[in-house]
């Protein structure tokens, strides 16, 4: 069941998750909107699966759109990465990528990641990816190494422990475009699909998010990832 989230200037949000096969959700999703008026969502998905790591996941996410509003995009993934970068006395960590967007009423979308979640933007007819993930695959698709890139795109080569402000990747949505963001298990739900399901519930928000996640598929192995969509309109 989706959660809804009413903010200013008629904008409405919505999140939705599915755990998968595991036995703990490892994605989380946040959204503050801060006295100014700026939104600010993100997507933190977990490496590794224990309620521990569960728990800390929404901790990165809490404190990346908490940052954000006031600091910005970038230093709101940052402030996560921040986060993970010394365990405490605790003798682990657990690790995560994450995608954030900072809207702004009548303004571009900013969106700044790490790892191999996705941010949309929907401009009313076409969805359109407005995220390169960190993963091997990518890399070698964009050096020229197509054939070879389907067996590395489970390689995240960037994640909140190693997150800098050189390697943090940024991005923008424009104007009044609908804001999509998605965990790497909707990986599973091909694009026309997801497009698709974006065209039939634009107008709502809710129904949106739940339908992504329920769009989640296993794997022909019997695995299914955890599965959370984030929708924000901007007008």
């Known amino acids: 069941m989706s959660t809804a989230h009413d903010l200013t200037h008629g904008r409405r949000a919505a999140t939705a998750t599915r755990r998968g096969v595991r036995d703990y959700n490892m994605d989380a999703a946040a959204l503050f909107q801060a006295s100014t008026g700026v939104a600010v969502a993100a997507i933190v998905d977990g490496i590794g699966n224990d309620p521990g790591g569960a728990a800390t996941m929404r901790l990165l996410a809490e404190s990346a759109v908490r940052v954000g509003a006031t600091k910005g995009a970038l230093a709101g993934v940052l402030a996560a990465a921040a986060l993970v970068e010394d365990p405490g006395i605790n003798p682990h960590m657990p690790d995560g990528v994450i995608v954030l967007a900072l809207a702004v009423p009548g303004r571009p979308t900013h969106l700044a990641w790490v790892g191999d979640s996705h941010a949309y933007g929907w401009d009313g007819t076409r969805l359109h990816l407005r995220t390169d993930p960190h993963t091997m695959g990518a890399y070698l698709r964009g050096n020229g190494v197509a054939d070879l890139a389907p067996l590395h795109d489970a390689w995240v080569r960037v994640t909140l422990s190693s997150a800098t402000v050189t390697n943090v990747a940024v991005s923008s949505v424009p104007p009044d475009e609908l ?56 007008r």
């Open 179 to 234: 804001v999509l963001l998605v965990s790497d298990g909707l990986d599973s739900v091909p694009h026309d699909e997801l497009e698709a399901l974006v065209r039939e519930h634009q107008d709502d928000p809710n129904a949106l998010a739940d339908a992504i996640v329920a769009a989640a598929r296993e794997t022909e192995d019997g695995y299914r990832d955890d599965a959370t969509a984030l929708v924000l309109t901007t």
